[in-house]
């Protein structure tokens, strides 16, 4: 049985930092693409950060630049989000994503169709 479970996150004042993990089981995701998604209230799923099968790519949305990073430990089949500089729009559940195989085209990286698996979520709260 395939399954991401994510953890890490919590609540935090604008400012701080939080690092969200994924532990993958079920499937060798050591050798496909991951990634982070997250989902305000009232709102749709966005793409926050994705990464390559051996983390020689990443990608990031323009409002995390400079203040998350993707990176993923494939002998220990885990994905991380350091999230520094967090602010009161970070709020969100956190999804951690995984595909089934490589991409052609690096921007699928961006689209929650090119992710095959998905976690349960972990709640970021930033307060200002």
């Known amino acids: 049985q395939v399954q991401l479970v994510e953890s890490g996150g919590g609540l935090v004042q604008a400012g701080g930092s939080l690092r969200l993990s994924c532990a993958a089981s079920?499937?060798?995701?050591?050798?496909?693409?991951m990634g982070w998604f997250r989902q305000a209230p009232g709102k749709e799923r966005e793409f926050v950060a994705a990464?390559?099968?051996?983390?020689?790519?990443?990608y990031y949305i323009d409002s995390v630049k400079g203040r998350f990073t993707i990176s993923r430990d494939n002998t220990g089949n885990t994905l991380y989000l350091q999230m520094n500089s967090l602010k009161p729009e970070d709020t969100a559940v956190y999804y951690c994503?995984?595909?089934?195989?490589?991409?052609?085209?690096?921007?699928?990286?961006?689209?929650?169709?090119?992710?095959?698996?998905w976690g349960q979520g972990t709640q970021v709260t930033v307060s200002s």
């Open positions: 079920g499937r060798t995701f050591s050798r496909f693409p």
């Open positions: 990464i390559t099968w051996n983390g020689g790519s990443t």
């Open positions: 994503a995984a595909a089934s195989s490589n991409w052609t085209w690096s921007g699928s990286a961006y689209y929650t169709r090119k992710y095959d698996y």
